[in-house]
């Protein structure tokens, strides 16, 4: 089962629709709190574990980053969900994806493009949202349209000074990392924010991105190690 969360249940689908069949060993890179994917592919049958230094507590877990992690045997796949854009070091833990999965391994990745979260796309987000309920942290988004009122500062200026500071890999960037190590299948660009915003579906994100109101800032690329 995907825990409890809107954001992770429509991408399931997507991750879904690629994986090797099952039983196969696939590791889940950056897996977060929440566990990630992990309920959900060892419900389906795989040998799977997420590693994520703010991991759950499990059977099914390690608390340790992708660098320091040494699986029991070769991997299948590997899923990278919204976890690359902020590592330290991207060829490093690129360069560790590629090793670690068998030859024709399946890698799985789902990614924000920071650089394209422009003004008008911000605008778009921040007007759909609504304020946290009593005893809710607020969303990440929240802090962003807090903190950019009280800059004082253009967007731009704002958002990219605040990715620089955070040490923050654009899209392209890893994109192209990943094109450099593996045999791309898939890369496709679409709605990223859309969990985080009230009564906004996928679909509706895709719609303004299609219109031309948003930019698209997720990314799902799928690739298999030479």
């Known amino acids: 089962m995907i825990p409890d969360d809107r954001w992770l249940a429509a991408v399931w689908p997507f991750v879904r629709g690629q994986l090797p069949p099952a039983p196969a060993?696939?590791?889940?890179?950056?897996?977060?709190?929440?566990?990630?994917?992990?309920?959900?592919?060892?419900?389906?049958?795989?040998?799977?574990?997420?590693?994520?230094?703010?991991?759950?507590?499990?059977?099914?877990?390690?608390?340790?980053?992708?660098?320091?992690?040494?699986?029991?045997?070769?991997?299948?796949?590997?899923?990278?969900?919204t976890s690359l854009h902020h590592v330290a070091d991207l060829d490093?833990?690129?360069?560790?994806?590629?090793?670690?999965?068998?030859?024709?391994?399946?890698?799985?990745?789902?990614?924000?493009?920071?650089?394209?979260?422009?003004?008008?796309?911000a605008r778009w987000c921040f007007a759909r949202l609504v304020p946290p309920a009593p005893g809710d942290e607020p969303t990440w988004l929240h802090h962003h349209q807090e903190r950019w009122a009280a800059s004082g500062q253009p967007w731009d200026h704002y958002f990219r000074g605040l990715a620089t500071e955070e040490g923050l890999h654009p899209g392209e960037a890893i994109v192209r990392g990943l094109d450099a190590r593996f045999s791309r299948r898939l890369h496709a660009e679409g709605p990223h924010y859309f969990g985080d915003l009230a009564g906004t579906?996928?679909?509706?994100?895709q719609a303004a991105i299609d219109l031309g109101q948003i930019r698209a800032g997720g990314i799902r690329y799928v690739a298999r190690r030479p």
Do not use: I, K, N
């Open 92 to 121: 490093e833990v690129l360069d560790r994806l590629a090793g670690l999965l068998v030859p024709g391994g399946v890698l799985v990745v789902v990614e924000w493009a920071w650089e394209r979260f422009d003004e008008p796309t």
């Open 201 to 205: 579906s996928q679909a509706e994100e």
């Open 25 to 81: 060993r696939v590791l889940e890179v950056g897996c977060g709190t929440l566990g990630g994917f992990v309920p959900a592919l060892v419900a389906d049958g795989y040998e799977a574990v997420g590693v994520d230094p703010e991991a759950p507590e499990g059977a099914h877990y390690r608390r340790v980053q992708v660098e320091r992690y040494d699986p029991p045997g070769p991997l299948a796949c590997v899923v990278a969900s």
